[in-house]
């Protein structure tokens, strides 16, 4: 069973950056696409940002486009989420998502997202 650790979440304001990391145990992380979710108070949790096994192939939420940059690094188990120009409407808890198919590449945003981390607090004050 997986285990998924964020951090680097925290409180910053609005048109600040920050970037959150995931690390992973496990031998196969390579082989999974990632993902961020988020949720916050009172809503339900919505899809941010999925990157494939390679790192060649993203997805974003339209809401995050343009502001949010996923990567991996398949070396290090990790997989982060840049988060730039942060608006109000960003604050969440932030989770990180394994997809259990190996090797997915397509498609990101509708994979069925499973083994979830605890979750990072993001805060942006406007």
């Known amino acids: 069973q997986v285990q998924l650790v964020e951090s680097g979440g925290g409180l910053v304001q609005a048109g600040g950056s920050l970037r959150l990391s995931c690390a992973a145990s496990?031998?196969?992380?390579?082989?999974?696409?990632m993902g961020w979710f988020r949720q916050a108070p009172g809503k339900d949790r919505e899809f941010v940002a999925a990157?494939?096994?390679?790192?060649?192939?993203?997805d974003y939420a339209d809401s995050v486009k343009g502001r949010f940059t996923m990567s991996r690094d398949n070396a290090k188990r990790t997989a982060s989420l840049q988060m730039n120009s942060l608006k109000p409407e960003d604050t969440a808890v932030y989770y990180c998502a394994r997809d259990p198919v190996e090797w997915s590449s397509s498609r990101l945003k509708f994979l069925n997202f499973g083994s979830w981390g605890q979750g990072t607090q993001v805060t942006v004050s406007s």
């Open positions: 496990g031998r196969t992380f390579s082989r999974h696409a």
């Open positions: 990157i494939s096994w390679s790192g060649e192939t993203t």
